[in-house]
């Protein structure tokens, strides 16, 4: 095998290789306004996303409602006004790397799970309260500490186990807005792209091989 195509094909078989751990951390960051974080895939403020069921999507500040600090324009909620559970469908997301979102006025009665798909029969991967995010979580409006970024990092086989989210909420209300999603290729796409790569490289390195030949005069 040619050596170029041999280390196209090591690089590829790297990108289809599984880690061997897998795990979903919970970071948090204090909230900010106006919003500094990763630029939204859904920002709910063009109505409901197709892949969201449950819940509501609400804008402004009226009671039972609060608009997560940061947030503008429409936010999904879950609770006993709005709905709950409330889902997210990531399926059509092959390789998750991290989820991120602001959560509005933290409250201990707030539960987020990570489910291994979308359906009412999904099992539940991992579960976060609002007491996970911030202790006391108190529902406070206006503090940032309480209307934080969360980031869910996923690792290992967890990036393509998670399939979806739930959230739910046994009082009002449970609030995010701003999910921004950081996906990665499929493995298959990966090796597409390498194998693209390399042949680009290849037709460089022909062209730089290439003698000019000069025309015999008549």
Excluded: C
């Amino acid at each position: 095998m040619p050596k170029l195509a041999t280390t196209v094909a090591a690089l590829a078989a790297l990108a289809l290789a599984t880690p061997a751990t897998a795990a979903v951390s919970l970071s948090v960051t204090s909230g900010t306004n106006p919003y500094s974080g990763p630029a939204p895939t859904y920002d709910f403020d063009s109505g409901r996303p197709a892949n969201v069921t449950g819940g509501s999507i609400v804008s402004g500040t009226a009671a039972p409602h609060a608009q997560p600090y940061g947030s503008t324009g429409g936010y999904f909620s879950v609770g006993p006004d709005d709905g709950s559970p409330g889902t997210i469908d990531l399926t059509s997301f092959a390789v998750l790397n991290s989820i991120s979102f602001i959560w509005g006025s933290v409250d201990s009665y707030n539960t987020l799970q990570l489910l291994d798909g979308a359906g009412p029969g999904a099992t539940v991967l991992y579960s976060f309260t609002g007491n996970d995010v911030f202790n006391p979580a108190n529902g406070d409006q206006s503090n940032p500490s309480t209307n934080p970024l969360v980031t869910l990092l996923l690792t290992g086989g967890d990036q393509t186990a998670v399939r979806a989210l739930r959230l739910s909420s046994t009082q009002n209300a449970f609030e995010i807005d701003n999910v921004a999603i950081n996906a990665v290729p499929e493995p298959s796409t990966w090796a597409l792209m390498l194998l693209g790569f390399g042949a680009v490289g290849f037709s460089m390195r022909r062209g730089r091989n290439a003698t000019p030949r000069l025309s015999a005069l008549a």
